[in-house]
């Protein structure tokens, strides 16, 4: 169901999550609004971002000491190896099964994003046998297929500037936080499936997408092998 975004409404939100917004007026979703927490604190965030779930700062770890952020860790069974914290710093932290991984408190606390390796680990157990994707990669075919990605990205950046009209005909902002240059069938099956490099990167087989979606459909591809050599050899 659709709402009216008026000042009204944003105050009965924020009032379901324990919150209280402050401001007067709302304009639109970018403008900072004040809002206080059920802990008290006072703060600006935008309506955007309150929705989303990023709130008071203070209570998401932006101003947590050092000390206080390895016990939080340490709570969840992780171990903090980093020996300096920053809220959106990535920070070293070894899980409890001993793999070291990168995130930031938010991603660790506020998205519950957790060791990347237990869960390829997880994927492997599961569809290993039956997928490729998961299957387990000796070191050489790891340094094969980084060498084989390097190349196609760099094909595909030729590409996208000489075919920038035909990619990206709305101007899309091609930067961090907005939007990325996506290849519909990935790089990575690209690589599996054995297709020439010079196939994967052509500019049919771009196209653009919004950054956080891009990074959800990691590996997966959205048109057939088939079809990818129709659109290009064709």
């Not at 009032?15 to 609004?33: M, N, R, V």
């Not at 989303?52 to 000491?65: A, D, E, F, M, S």
């Not at 240059?181 to 771009?206: C, G, R, T």
Request: aromatic letters at 14%; a positive charge.
């Amino acid at each position: 169901m659709n709402h009216i975004i008026n000042i009204e409404y944003i105050k009965s939100y924020a009032i379901d999550f324990g919150y209280e917004c402050l401001s007067p007026k709302y304009t639109y979703a970018k403008k900072k609004l004040k809002f206080r927490c059920n802990e008290g604190h006072i703060y600006e965030g935008t309506w955007n971002h309150f929705q989303q779930g990023r709130r008071c700062p203070i209570c998401l770890g932006r101003n947590k000491t050092m000390e206080s952020v390895r016990l939080d860790f340490l709570r969840e069974g992780h171990i903090l190896v980093s020996t300096e914290y920053s809220y959106n710093k990535k920070l070293d932290v070894q899980c409890p099964v001993g793999h070291i991984f990168q995130t930031t408190y938010d991603n660790f606390f506020n998205r519950k994003r957790r060791c990347y390796f237990c869960y390829v680990d997880r994927m492997r157990d599961r569809h290993g046998s039956k997928n490729p994707m998961w299957r387990k990669y000796t070191e050489e075919e790891y340094k094969k297929l980084k060498d084989y990605t390097l190349y196609v990205r760099q094909l595909s950046d030729l590409n996208y500037y000489k075919h920038r009209e035909l990619i990206n005909p709305n101007n899309l902002k091609r930067q961090r936080g907005e939007y990325s240059v996506d290849h519909m069938f990935s790089i990575k099956q690209a690589w599996i499936n054995n297709i020439p490099p010079e196939i994967v990167s052509n500019s049919y087989n771009l196209q653009m997408m919004q950054e956080k979606e891009n990074m959800f459909k990691k590996d997966m591809c959205t048109i057939t092998k088939q079809l990818l050599y129709h659109i290009v050899v064709l």
